[in-house]
C-alpha cells in the first residue's frame, strides 16, 4: 500500500490552499484517514480526522478554517485549507488505517510542504 500526496506549496496569510492523499495497493477497506502536520522544531500533530462512518474531527488549532473530506470511492482524502496563518506552516503527512484480509495496518504518505507567509 502506498499513499500519495499531493498539493502544498507557498501562500500568503489569509489564502487558501488545499492538499489531497491518495492510497492504492492492497485494500479492502480504510477505517481512518487523516493529516497531520510537523512544524520546524515541533512534535507532529493531528490535524483532522475522517471515520469510515463520516465523522470527523479537528485539531482546536484549524476549527471552523479546515474541511476535511473524503472520497471512498478513490481512496482519497482532502484537506481544504482557508483562511491560512503563518502558524499552520508545517509539513502536512496524510495517514490511513487500512484493513486488507483482515489484516489492520498504518499508513503515512511521504509529507507535503505548506508554507504561509505573514
Known amino acids: 500500500v502506498q499513499l500519495q500526496a499531493f498539493g502544498g506549496g507557498l501562500v500568503q496569510s489569509g489564502g487558501s490552499l488545499r492538499v489531497s492523499c491518495t492510497a492504492s495497493?492492497?485494500?479492502?477497506?480504510?477505517?481512518?484517514m487523516s493529516w497531520y502536520r510537523q512544524a520546524p522544531g515541533k512534535l507532529r500533530e493531528p490535524v483532522a480526522i475522517?471515520?469510515?462512518?463520516?465523522?470527523?474531527h479537528y485539531a482546536d488549532s484549524v476549527k471552523g478554517r479546515f474541511i476535511i473530506s473524503r472520497d471512498n470511492a478513490e481512496n482519497t482524502v482532502l484537506l481544504q485549507m482557508n483562511s491560512l496563518k503563518p502558524e499552520d506552516t508545517a509539513v502536512y503527512y496524510c495517514?490511513?488505517?487500512?484493513?486488507?484480509?483482515?489484516?489492520?495496518?498504518?499508513?503515512w504518505g511521504q509529507g507535503t510542504l505548506v508554507t504561509v507567509s505573514s
Open positions: 495517514y490511513a488505517e487500512i484493513l486488507f484480509r483482515q489484516r489492520r495496518d498504518d499508513y
Open positions: 495497493g492492497s485494500i479492502d477497506k480504510i477505517n481512518v
Open positions: 475522517s471515520t469510515s462512518s463520516g465523522t470527523t
